[in-house]
């Protein structure tokens, strides 16, 4: 098989297309990774270091300063949106397909800047990762934290996550539960001799058909939080009551609340339910007092607004390094069967980063 | 491979334990067809045919009168109950297992007598079939009624489906629709700018679990209906609204309804909802005023009971032969995870049978 390849002369808004029509479906990142590898490596100034699907590429000037500029390049499963079209869109010239949000706009900015910028003003540490959109054990970003810990010392990290090219601080945290009902088996043409385990579902969902979440003030930002079931699955045959359902739940929660916290209150919700606890990401505080994210605001001349999404803001305030959002697209189109990205914002992204490296 | 075989010799209690220890899930059936088909060419007053994974055997004595008598060799998933095995329950000697009760002690019963009665009052048909306990495109008996009519040519038929050794009348109809709920794809951090179609299940199942089914008089007998969801599922991944939910629900009615009936009662139930008819088979009227049934039902000492399950009697009703269920097991126990027959069951329709077929 031939490998797919990048081309790094082209222009941000073509390179973004290359990169969104490598298909990278999490689990799938090989054929992309091997691609932005390739090309990391044609830029004498980096020093290439590969884990799993993960990229790390580092300038070593020798620096005052260290910067992480990092994104994952996975992407949620196709909704029939690949290849990438370019297209006009409400009168605004956008690449639309899977990725084009969330993150590829974005690690196209990094691979562009990283291979362009042999002489940045601090010293880069470009980062590349895989299986950010499943669960938080899989993480590339984790992994590297975990495996190479050395390869995330920095004093700042900005995460090219689709922010309008503006700065989002902090992010919200993220929790995933199974809750389960349960039944008793039995013929569907005499249901009564059982107990039908799907029909006790109706509650929970009429439950968080109806729940009006929060909105939490942190630090001046307003973050809005989620409650869903994300998924669910009952029955084993057309003619068995079943004894199980199992529903998916994912409770988005303001950065102010621990993981402990937000599973206390699904606790409570879920009371008379059995509930499992799947997965949990703290959220991250806007943390814009800081001087080096203060200093970044300034620089790319954005209003800081608050990040909804969990992103891996948060791993880098558990590692002590201030961190914001900061990259093209909106993230309201992220996931979105209609997902695209403006290429005005592409440019900009581009354009404000280089600028402050290069000031 | 070596064939599996069945020791036709051996009492009927042992037959059901080898017919059951043969893994025979719908889809499955062609190891225990082979066998079956094996043992009755062992009897030379048979014909035997087969088409696809079932088998049918014929005497051919010029009696005045052929009777069928009929039962499927498939079963629903294991539920970790298998190999069968001989027990006290409650005090009863039982065989526990996957398809004690629906239907291999009644299939062992047929297969026993066929082998055994060279000289029986009637010319018979025996019928073993496929893919009963799945949609009803599949059945071995209705590919059977469209390929080779000729076979299915009786004044009378029994059905050996489990019915405590006692004769059940007629069946309830079964009709299965697929309701569909709708939303708007997001990401789960942001599940404001979707729609979340699971959550809006919630109506649907709620209502489910409050609804009464009736239970109706036809010709004399009781017959209880049933509305159940069998099947729920949605949901694509673990942070995006899902904008599709599909719940399979089946729907058991009097044979007094036509399935176009239950449909339309169906219609007005989830009026607002999308219901889309996956599957449907009439019931049959109990017909114990049919001289034929009359005289099975003294011959076996039976008190007739209404049947709630649908069983291949309702085909037989549609090809004018009158036709009822009489077998081993309790039909509460079909399907259940502790399904199990009493083996007095066993060996009283082996005898009543028998008796009938030989006075």
Request: charged residues 25%.
């Amino acid at each position: 098989m031939t490998a797919l390849t990048l081309n790094t002369d082209a222009d941000v808004i073509e390179l973004t297309r290359q990169i969104c029509d490598i298909e990278s479906v999490s689990g799938n990142e090989k054929a992309l990774a091997d691609a932005i590898e390739a090309a990391l490596k044609t830029a004498g100034h980096l020093e290439v270091i590969r884990d799993g699907d993960a990229i790390v590429a580092k300038t070593n000037l020798g620096r005052a300063k260290r910067v992480i500029i990092a994104g994952h390049i996975d992407t949620v499963p196709l909704a029939d949106n690949l290849p990438v079209t370019r297209m006009l869109q409400d009168g605004k010239d956008v690449l639309w397909g899977r990725g084009t949000v969330d993150m590829k706009a974005g690690v196209a900015v990094q691979l562009k800047l990283a291979v362009d910028l042999a002489e940045p003003n601090v010293d880069i540490t470009w980062v590349f990762y895989d299986h950010e959109e499943v669960e938080a054990s899989l993480n590339g970003l984790g992994r590297i934290s975990r495996n190479r810990p050395e390869l995330l010392h920095a004093s700042f990290a900005v995460l090219c996550e689709p922010s309008n090219a503006q700065v989002e601080g902090g992010c919200n945290g993220t929790l995933r539960v199974d809750v389960r009902t349960r039944g008793v088996k039995a013929h569907s043409a005499r249901p009564w001799m059982g107990e039908n385990a799907i029909h006790k579902a109706g509650e929970i969902l009429t439950k968080l058909h109806s729940f009006q979440p929060d909105t939490v003030n942190v630090d001046g930002l307003e973050y809005r939080e989620s409650l869903n079931a994300v998924l669910i699955s009952g029955g084993i045959a057309t003619n068995v009551i079943a004894d199980e359902t199992v529903i998916t739940v994912n409770y988005r929660f303001a950065p102010s609340k621990s993981p402990q916290d937000a599973f206390g209150f699904l606790q409570e919700f879920f009371d008379g339910f059995e509930l499992e606890l799947a997965d949990s990401a703290a959220g991250a505080r806007p943390g814009l007092d800081l001087p080096e994210a203060a200093a970044f605001v300034a620089a790319t001349g954005s209003t800081a607004k608050p990040k909804y999404g969990w992103t891996d803001v948060a791993r880098f305030s558990e590692l002590g390094i201030p961190a914001v959002n900061f990259g093209p697209g909106d993230p309201n189109k992220a996931h979105a069967d209609d997902e695209y990205v403006e290429v005005e914002q592409i440019v900009s992204s581009e354009l404000a980063l280089r600028n402050w490296l290069t000031a």
